[in-house]
């Protein structure tokens, strides 16, 4: 009995993680790897950027911007976060191993990336369902991009032609910062 009961008191002290957002209650697993991240786990408090991304679209110079926001606003506790995703004309049809090479070599994303990833459409995965019922819309292109305020609601939804060096841009994210 005493047992039981030093595991009860034991269990009931330790800390359960609960994730407080439903935008980032997902799991994914990193880009070319089998190490799954739990989003919730890896960047509650954080500003996240999340944007689905392609490697032949007309707007994939954006991943220098992106990287560049990356870099300057992580100390401040921005994190983006890159979706590459073959729905749109198939403009991401490449291994996850050639992604992540075509990326880092060519625009030295250090971004964390993850699977590929349906982002509309029935076959969406629940972030992006997730982040349709709370924008009021499915990415339209590649480069959409959602932000995500430290408390884990949306904080903003900017279509895929919004440079990431854009004012309006730049002003909500630091908005998000400051909150």
């Known amino acids: ?18 994730c407080e957002s439903k ?3 997902q799991e994914f697993r990193k880009l070319a790897s089998e190490e799954r991240v739990n989003l919730c786990e890896a960047y509650e ?4 950027l999340v944007v689905n991304t392609a490697s032949k679209c007309g707007l994939t110079p954006q991943y220098d911007g992106l990287e560049n926001l990356y870099a300057e606003y992580a100390p401040r506790g921005l994190v983006v976060l890159g979706f590459p995703s073959n729905d749109f004309m198939g403009q991401e049809p490449g291994t996850e191993d050639q992604i992540e090479e075509f990326c880092r070599l ?25 982040l349709a019922e709370a924008s009021g819309t499915y990415p339209t292109w590649n480069f959409q991009k959602f932000l995500i305020g ?16 854009d004012e309006d841009f730049i002003a909500a994210i630091e908005t998000a910062l400051a909150d």
């Not at 060519?106 to 997730?130: C, I, N, S």
């Not at 430290?150 to 060096?165: V, Y």
């Open 106 to 130: 060519t625009y030295g994303v250090k971004f964390p990336m993850f699977e590929k990833t349906t982002v509309k459409g029935d076959d969406a995965h629940p972030l992006y369902v997730a």
């Open 45 to 48: 408090g954080q500003v996240v």
């Open 150 to 165: 430290r408390d884990g609601e949306l904080a903003g939804t900017f279509t895929p032609k919004t440079d990431p060096s």
């Open 1 to 18: 009995m005493r047992l039981l009961t030093a595991i009860a008191l034991s269990l009931a002290s330790s800390t359960v993680f609960a």
């Open 23 to 25: 935008l980032l209650d």
